[in-house]
C-alpha cells in the first residue's frame, strides 16, 4: 500500500510550560530512556523504539497552551495490555481515566502536568 509522498510519522510534537519538568514526568510515568536534550531550543526528543519520537518542546514567553475544550495534539500510545498499562501509571501517580473499549480496542486516557490529552490504546 502506497503511502504517497509520505514514508510514516516522525514525531509527535507536545508543546509544554516547563521542559524540564515534562522531561521527567515523562521519564518517570513511562519509563523512558534519557532523551535527547537541546536547551538552547528548549525541546527534549524520546525515541520511541521505532520510526516515530516524542518531542517536548517548551513555549516561547507570551505562548500558552490552548483550553482543554479545544483540538491539540493528541498522541495515542499503542500497548499490549491497557488495564496493565493503566495500573502501572495510576501507580506511578498518573491521573488515569477509566478503561473503555468497543470495536475490537481497550483504551484510557490521561492527561501529562500541562493538561495535555494522551491516550493508551490496546488492538485486540
Same mark, same amino acid.
Given at each position: 500500500?502506497? $503511502?504517497?509522498? =509520505?514514508?510514516?510519522?516522525?514525531? !509527535?510534537? /507536545?508543546?509544554?510550560? %516547563?521542559? &524540564?519538568?515534562?522531561?521527567?514526568? @515523562? ?8 532523551? @535527547?536534550?537541546?536547551?538552547? &531550543? #528548549? ?7 521505532? $520510526? ?5 518542546? &517548551?513555549?516561547k514567553p507570551g505562548e500558552g497552551l490552548p483550553p482543554r475544550t ?5 498522541? /495515542?500510545?499503542?500497548? +499490549?495490555?491497557? +488495564?496493565?498499562? #493503566?495500573e502501572l501509571l495510576a501507580g506511578r501517580g498518573v491521573d488515569v ?5 468497543? *470495536? *475490537? !480496542?481497550? =483504551?484510557?486516557?490521561? #492527561?501529562?502536568?500541562?493538561? %495535555?490529552?494522551? &491516550? ?5
Amino acid at each position: 500500500m502506497s $503511502t504517497g509522498v =509520505f514514508l510514516g510519522l516522525d514525531t !509527535v510534537l /507536545i508543546r509544554v510550560t %516547563n521542559v &524540564e519538568a515534562a522531561r521527567d514526568w @515523562y521519564r518517570a510515568a513511562f519509563g523512558f530512556d534519557e532523551p @535527547y536534550f537541546d536547551a538552547a &531550543e #528548549r525541546l527534549a526528543v524520546f525515541s520511541l523504539g521505532g $520510526t516515530t519520537s516524542l518531542t517536548l518542546w &517548551e513555549l516561547k514567553p507570551g505562548e500558552g497552551l490552548p483550553p482543554r475544550t479545544q483540538s491539540a495534539t493528541f498522541p /495515542i500510545f499503542s500497548v +499490549k495490555d491497557a +488495564k496493565e498499562t #493503566r495500573e502501572l501509571l495510576a501507580g506511578r501517580g498518573v491521573d488515569v481515566g477509566p478503561l473503555a473499549g468497543g *470495536g *475490537g !480496542v481497550t =483504551f484510557f486516557t490521561f #492527561r501529562d502536568p500541562d493538561g %495535555n490529552l494522551l &491516550e493508551a490504546c490496546q488492538v485486540h
